[in-house]
């Protein structure tokens, strides 16, 4: 099947701080990508839907501002987390289709907030 | 997005069959019935999908009701890799559309 990669696939960063993560897709031109949440034992959450060259579609509740979404290629999107804060540590998870194929997830980036 | 309801968990055993049940009873008539399996600490992975006619690939199959308000995944010989959390989902409008996960079945494997 089709990569997803996701870099970085952990990282600690201090309270206050922005932390970006890069989702790519490796062997195919992704026309969409969503970005997911996951918290401990929980189930994936679904934060945004990224289309390439436009504005992302944020899920109700999701702070625009706060989870900074760009698409500027068909194989790359990255999620900037700004003034990350300790309740932001999460399991992030990208995913990125094509037309008519399934969905490819990366392999997740876990992030803790110190 | 219609919802999906499945047992929270179930158990298995090494080289058996496995039968995780998904009842959808609000599906419409353009909803796909996509399955997706999660490993610890890993994104999940795609395991396979249908419209309205049962399917079979290298991994599993999906045997679909008539009426389509259910599905079953069938791994046909567990394995101790097959244990995951396994998320049956609808997708309205297409093969391709959004993905919304519902809680999933823990799937554990005995040896």
């Known amino acids: 099947g089709a990569v997803v990669s996701q870099h970085p696939s952990w990282v600690i960063c201090k309270s206050g701080t922005s932390v970006k993560i890069e989702c790519r897709s490796l062997d195919f031109q992704a026309t969409t990508m969503f970005w997911y949440r996951q918290f401990p034992k929980q189930s994936l959450m679904l934060m945004a839907t990224s289309n390439e060259g436009s504005k992302a579609t944020y899920e109700q509740g999701v702070e625009k501002d706060k989870f900074l979404i760009n698409h500027a290629s068909l194989t790359l999107s990255t999620l900037t987390v700004t003034s990350a804060h300790p309740e932001d540590s999460s399991f992030y998870i990208c995913?990125?289709?094509?037309?008519?194929?399934?969905?490819?997830f990366g392999q997740g980036t876990r992030l803790t907030v110190v | 997005d219609a919802k999906t309801t499945q047992p929270n968990s179930m158990e298995s055993n090494e080289e058996e069959p496995v039968h995780l049940p998904c009842n959808h009873s609000t599906i419409s008539g353009t909803d796909y019935i996509h399955w997706y399996r999660q490993l610890p600490s890993q994104g999940p992975e795609y395991v396979i999908h249908?419209?309205?006619s049962n399917v079979n690939n290298r991994m599993a199959s999906l045997a679909i009701a008539e009426d389509r308000k259910s599905s079953t995944l069938i791994l046909h010989r567990a394995t101790l890799r097959d244990a995951a959390v396994y998320y049956c989902?609808?997708?309205?409008?297409?093969?391709?559309?959004?993905?919304?996960f519902g809680t999933g079945t823990l799937l554990a494997v005995q040896p």
């Open positions: 249908g419209l309205t």
């Open positions: 995913s990125a289709i094509s037309q008519d194929t399934e969905a490819f």
């Open positions: 989902i609808l997708s309205r409008g297409g093969a391709t559309n959004k993905l919304i």
